[in-house]
């Protein structure tokens, strides 16, 4: 189903009395998703977190900002530039929408570094965790530093003085920079006042001091701009430094690659990707008592206006601070360890193939271990009577055991096939070197359909087994990346359906070959029967309703903006239908409107993992339907991607995912709640009221050894 029909759908069945496209009833996504970034900020100022675990919220709320601009704030400024008026189903106009944007952003990033100067840092100088800045350096810190300075630094650093011969460098993307003022004449006679020091990459941002005559704490920290800011004037010989500010600039950093007008997607994205660095400029951050003189300097280098001004009170890049949590060893500052456990049946037995034969098994990560899946892929790529792999690649670590099995299962003469997603936003890098090493190990490797990224998680085996072929599966809501799936919560299942397989099968088919489309029987698939099928079972649970029957639809993804699909939601909320929603983070559905969607909640957990799986549960009258899936309810899942919903069909596999689901809903730790008014509020524990964390009751249940 394409949009449009699910549009003329919508429409057919909406009340004479409502008009379900009024603009009231949306909320503006790129507004919902600084929203949910201010979510992740406040985990910061949460004393319930541990002091290291809030300085990481910190970073996150950063790294989360960053890809902001880079993405949905360069894709706004576009509009503006093509002459974009309308905007969303919101009804704010493209120029609205990126003001709104800017207020919103320059909001969080004060409120950022206040956390981090009001908060964090006097929080962890209590803790004797020191991030010392010059004017507290004890004589032998200072005389370490410069020795660290002129040995480690200065052979690595090059500035470049400003003159007709050496124009403005050029800047790459989210660096740290320095814009110096000088005084006097070098000794080529020039004074021209100006330099740019860029400071590679490669350097350490935080500096752990080690012990010295005068005395350390164990845990004395320096920031790499403090050092390089008091001996600035080391790599200016005969100069006087009057000033000297940090600086970064963030750039456009979408990929644009006509796929239809190219006969290499790899070669052509390896080129996209060198100037990725050096796109449009978006967002210039300055330290906040830089001399408005040279910040203005800045601005008219860049091309930019004071609305994309963000002075800073801090290092410009507080992502760079996460490094402080590896350099001090302090666990009782963190989250206590953990170790994922194994189902039962999987402890017992390490025939995989006989376990998943016997009976499915669902796993819910990080609580359970990602290893059976990587153990499965191994035993796959060893086992004599397994012919065929087949799997999707869209994010994966680098040395990843999945790629190593990958890899070994080609050599031993299996058939592999692995699609792998170039296209996967700011991994392309990672998977271009991925896609080459499979085919140098002799598998076919493919990049998906053009114009739909693959984003579907899926792994086939196909295996000889008294002389029939077998079909063994596994599928996920998340990647195939063993370190994020310790950071991640998603779902993911085994399973020897003949259905599912020959489903699954279909689908690489499609991927691989040519072809019309091909009615599955389990799965359902975007860009062609995932929509309307979701669709079909919201209008059923509505028909439920109006006929007196119980109904229910609880909903879990990470964001919620289809338009069409939102209505229809509203349509069940309007027919009586009680809809629980959870979601991570954009979200344009407007909750608790009288007359419209006042059955309708909305949730969203924010706490020590970050919410990614995809749930979608349709009471059906009591014979309930639960889907996993990869997908988002956002346009681009829906139609302009490949991916999967697949269901759950054992009873008891359903209601240990709906007790799952309703400790998220009744969750009064980490949960917030999105009002009528279009903002967010923390879910607070009732008087009397037990305290409710659904991640820690999952660590709990699930884990083998949980703090």
């Not at 997603?421 to 890098?429: K, Q």
């Not at 085919?439 to 053009?450: S, T, W």
């Not at 099968?505 to 029967?529: A, D």
């Not at 059923?540 to 119980?550: F, K, N, S, T, V």
């Amino acid at each position: 189903m394409n949009p449009t029909d699910l549009q003329s759908r919508t429409e057919a069945s909406a009340p004479a009395s409502v008009d379900l496209k009024s603009t009231s009833l949306y909320l503006n996504q790129e507004l919902s998703l600084l929203d949910f970034n201010e979510r992740v900020l406040a985990q910061t100022k949460d004393e319930g977190v541990p002091l290291l675990e809030r300085l990481r919220f910190l970073c996150i709320s950063c790294t989360n900002l960053d890809e902001f601009f880079e993405i949905r704030v360069a894709g706004l400024e576009e509009q503006v530039a093509m002459g974009a008026l309308t905007g969303g189903p919101d009804g704010m106009s493209v120029g609205e929408v990126l003001k709104a944007v800017r207020a919103r952003a320059r909001g969080l990033v004060e409120d950022q570094y206040r956390v981090l100067q009001q908060v964090l840092l006097p929080e962890l100088l209590k803790q004797g965790i020191a991030c010392l800045s010059s004017e507290h350096w004890s004589a032998s810190q200072d005389a370490w530093l410069q020795r660290y300075f002129m040995e480690e630094l200065l052979p690595v650093l090059s500035p470049i003085g400003l003159d007709p011969a050496h124009p403005f460098p050029r800047i790459l993307n989210k660096s740290l920079n320095f814009i110096v003022a000088l005084r006097g004449k070098d000794a080529f006679g020039r004074k021209s006042g100006l330099a740019v020091l860029q400071v590679p990459r490669a350097l350490p941002r935080v500096i752990h001091l080690p012990p010295v005559d005068g005395g350390n704490g164990p845990h004395d920290l320096v920031l790499l701009s403090s050092v390089i800011q008091a001996y600035v004037d080391r790599l200016f010989p005969g100069m006087t430094v009057d000033a000297c500010y940090q600086f970064r600039v963030t750039r456009n950093s979408e990929l644009f690659v006509e796929e239809e007008e190219i006969d290499d997607l790899l070669r052509a994205l390896e080129g996209e990707l060198m100037s990725r660095r050096y796109g449009e400029e978006v967002r210039l951050e300055v330290a906040h008592d830089c001399r408005d003189d040279l910040v203005q300097y800045l601005l008219d280098r860049f091309s930019l206006l004071r609305d994309d001004l963000y002075p800073v009170d801090g290092p410009v890049n507080l992502n760079r601070l996460e490094a402080i949590y590896d350099l001090v060893d302090r666990p009782d500052l963190k989250y206590p360890a953990f170790s994922p456990s194994l189902p039962a049946r999987l402890a017992r037995h390490s025939d995989l193939f006989k376990v998943i034969r016997e009976q499915e098994i669902l796993l819910h990560h990080p609580y359970e271990s990602f290893a059976p899946v990587a153990e499965f892929l191994r035993q796959s790529a060893t086992d004599p009577d397994v012919l065929a792999i087949k799997q999707t690649l869209y994010r994966t670590e680098h040395d990843s055991p999945i790629v190593d099995s990958l890899e070994l299962a080609a050599q031993n003469g299996k058939e592999v096939t692995v699609v792998v997603e170039l296209r996967a936003r700011f991994d392309e890098a990672a998977n271009i070197q991925l896609a080459t090493r499979l085919q140098e190990a002799g598998a076919h490797v493919v990049y998906g359909v053009v114009g739909h990224k693959t984003h579907a998680k899926m792994l086939l085996v196909v295996r000889r087994e008294l002389k029939k072929l077998r079909h063994y599966v596994h599928l996920s809501t998340g990647n195939y990346h063993s370190a994020t799936a310790k950071s991640y919560t998603d779902y993911s299942l085994f399973t020897a359906e003949p259905t599912i397989g020959e489903d699954v099968r279909q689908v690489f088919l499609q991927l691989t070959s040519l072809g019309k489309v091909i009615k599955l029987g389990r799965l359902l698939q975007s860009p062609f029967s995932m929509a309307s099928g979701f669709m079909e079972r919201i209008e059923r649970e509505i028909a439920h309703a109006q006929a007196g029957r119980a109904t229910r639809i609880v909903v879990k993804v990470n964001s919620l903006v289809e338009p069409q699909i939102i209505q229809a939601l509203y349509r069940a909320s309007m027919a009586g239908v009680r809809v629980d929603l959870i979601v991570r983070g954009m979200c344009r559905l407007r909750p608790g409107v009288a007359g419209v969607s006042d059955n309708i909640r909305v949730r969203s957990i924010v706490g020590r993992f970050l919410e990614h799986a995809r749930v979608c549960c349709f009471h059906n009258g009591g014979d309930s339907e639960v889907f996993l899936s990869s997908a988002d309810w956002r346009e681009r899942n829906f139609f302009r991607r490949v991916e999967i919903a697949f269901p759950i069909e054992s009873k008891k596999l359903q209601r240990r995912l709906l007790k799952d689901l309703e400790a998220e809903l009744a969750d009064n730790a980490q949960a917030w709640e999105l009002l009528a008014a279009g903002r967010y509020q923390r879910v607070p524990p009732q008087p009397d009221e037990p305290m409710i964390a659904s991640q820690s009751r999952l660590l709990a249940e699930l884990t083998e050894n949980p703090g």
